[in-house]
């Protein structure tokens, strides 16, 4: 089984900075791609920004060139520094990964609780 803890969320003002992180822990041989996905009430959860194991990244366009992905792989951590906040990215934050185990073949993906991120002035 794999754990994914996020912290750092809070309350930002409009052109303000927040930095979220995501560790893993558990049983787990290593841990491969690593996402960012983020979600409102009524809305369905929408993916951010993602990471692979070996550091390429992709965004989504709303976010592009205001947030930046980032993970160590030797602390099984990930972080998303945001800047350039408004109030359309108030959501809750989640963190995911895919994982091999030993007790399943190939990989399977976990989900964190979520963050609470809040822009507002």
């Known amino acids: 089984q794999v754990q994914l803890v996020e912290s750092g969320g809070g309350l930002a003002q409009p052109g303000g900075s927040l930095t979220l992180s995501c560790a893993a822990s558990?049983?787990?041989?290593?841990?491969?791609?690593m996402d960012w996905y983020r979600q409102t009430p009524g809305n369905p959860r929408e993916l951010v920004a993602g990471?692979?194991?070996?550091?390429?990244?992709n965004y989504a366009d709303s976010v592009k060139g205001r947030f930046a992905i980032s993970r160590d792989n030797a602390k099984n951590t990930m972080l998303l520094r945001m800047s350039s906040l408004t109030p359309e990215d108030t959501a809750v934050y989640y963190c995911?990964?895919?994982?091999?185990?030993?007790?399943?073949?190939?990989?399977?993906?976990?989900w964190g609780q979520g963050t609470q991120v809040t822009v507002s002035s």
């Open positions: 995911n990964a895919d994982a091999t185990g030993t007790s399943y073949q190939g990989f399977k993906d976990f």
């Open positions: 558990g049983s787990f041989i290593s841990i491969g791609s």
């Open positions: 990471i692979t194991r070996d550091g390429r990244t």
